[in-house]
């Protein structure tokens, strides 16, 4: 049946076609429907069974859905106000709404806010010279995040070590670090559970051996170990200054004396990944100058651009001049809009005294917390941490992510740091009268789970 029908359809159309040969005015016309377009809806409605149909499940989202935020302050779509000591994950250095940000990225916007890097960019330029000025870098290259400014930063290492001749440079990182989630930063990250399910015949990229934190002896043991074999030789020791989801753990300055000289002495890099630390969190506008090092490279992102996505790797000396053209890029790395931001940010900085204000904040909410871990001794423990970037230790028994829970109950946004530790990364503009209300919401947390 089907090979007739098929048969009587060439037929029609070889009959067809004679005939359209005949009579030349006979036309036909072929019509392309295009399929009607979905617009976006706007109005926000509806936002989390939205998010559960289309949006990939990357994040365990707490049932929060923000509508707006002014200073250390969020506010919810059902009328909810929290105090915010989460800013995006030390991000929003300047809070939430600030106006000396909205202005710089709106005129920028009435302007330019994308070209080509193939273009000079002046608020790119601007920028760099900023954190040159107030660094120990000579040069910066721009991207638009803390895992790609440490893919910039591993890259150039690999490179440096291969222009002296190492075929297999290894990268010394720690043990509880975390370098970001793309596949090399990833590796970096000496976490086997970010590890699961991503390696390749149980291996991650290739050339990354890790350490414990602040271990002088086994840093050197590593060492010398790498130069020990011929085939490979050392490109870079990369360290954070302190450890952010690793638990909050500050950098041990002989720790630090040790990973400089152990680069020195075996012409590698020593690179400081600043993308939660850096831009004035610790009190310092860098985290390696808690540390009395000057790394060769540092990384920098979050707070960089106040909340707009703005990476940055500095670098020093042979690493300064180490990428040639071609040698890495990226798209958006630099662009106008982002570095209009980022020099909003670094005018906050130096001309409000964010950092005057973080060191005394950094003074209360320590006191605070110590005070609160003696009042509380089964629940809260050790407190620690650089400037506006605190933890404190919850005990076994109990989970960072329960008191943050309870505390988000209580009106207060807190972040863990890993399974046992409650992080305060508050905007640097948090005020004393906010870290007060900041840590009677705490209390009213722990007490709950004390009890």
């Known amino acids: 049946m089907i090979l007739i029908t098929f048969a009587i359809y060439l037929t029609y159309v070889s009959s067809f076609t004679s005939s359209s040969r005949q009579h030349s005015s006979s036309k036909i016309f072929a019509t392309v429907v295009e399929p009607s377009l979905v617009p976006p809806v706007v109005d926000g409605s509806d936002t989390e069974s939205v998010y559960d149909s289309n949006v990939q499940k990357t994040y365990g989202r707490y049932p929060l859905t923000i509508s707006h935020g002014k200073g250390c302050k969020l ?25 000396r940000l909205t202005e710089a990225i709106s005129n920028q916007m009435k302007t330019v806010h994308h070209v080509s890097n193939l273009y000079f960019i002046p608020a790119q330029a601007q920028l760099a010279k900023w954190l040159c000025d107030n660094s120990c870098a000579e040069k ?85 170990e790498i130069e020990a074999d011929e085939e490979k030789g050392l490109a870079a020791i990369m360290m954070e200054p302190l450890q952010g989801e690793g638990g909050i753990v500050p950098g041990n300055k002989d720790f630090f004396a040790a990973a400089r000289k152990l680069a020195d002495d075996n012409e590698a890099l020593l690179i400081c990944d600043e993308v939660q630390a850096g831009m004035g969190r610790t009190g310092y506008l860098w985290g390696y100058q808690n540390l009395d090092v000057e790394p060769d490279i540092f990384t920098s992102a979050k707070a960089l651009g106040g909340g707009v996505p703005i990476g940055a790797m500095m670098a020093r000396g042979d690493a300064a001049t180490t990428f040639q053209p071609g040698d890495h890029a990226s798209t958006y790395g630099g662009n106008p809009l982002a570095c209009a931001a980022g020099l909003a940010v670094a005018s906050a900085i130096c001309e409000d005294n964010l950092l005057q204000n973080v060191r005394d904040r950094s003074k209360q909410i320590t006191a605070g917390l110590v005070s609160l871990a003696a009042k509380y001794p089964k629940v809260l423990g050790e407190v620690r941490g650089w400037g506006l970037l605190q933890g404190i230790v919850i005990k076994e028994g109990y989970s960072a992510g329960e008191i943050v829970g309870e505390a988000m109950q209580a009106g207060l946004l807190l972040v863990p740091a890993g399974a046992t530790v409650v992080r305060f990364v508050p905007p640097l503009i948090v005020s004393e009268a906010e870290i007060d209300e900041a840590l009677a919401k705490f209390e009213v947390a722990v007490a709950a789970k004390a009890e």
């Open 140 to 224: 910066a290259f721009f991207c638009n995040s803390g895992a790609e400014a440490n893919e910039a930063a591993i890259k150039c290492a690999r490179k440096h070590a291969s222009n002296r001749g190492i075929t297999k440079p290894v990268i010394v990182t720690a043990k509880q670090s975390f370098h970001g989630r793309t596949l090399a930063a990833l590796t970096a990250t000496a976490q086997p559970k970010y590890h699961k399910g991503f390696s390749y015949g149980g291996e991650m990229v290739q050339g990354f051996v890790s350490v414990e934190y602040n271990n002088v002896e086994e840093l050197e043991a590593i060492v010398a």
């Open 75 to 99: 506010f919810t779509t059902d009328g909810k106000e929290y105090l915010d000591f989460v800013s995006g994950i030390a991000t929003c250095a300047l809070g939430h709404s600030n106006p």
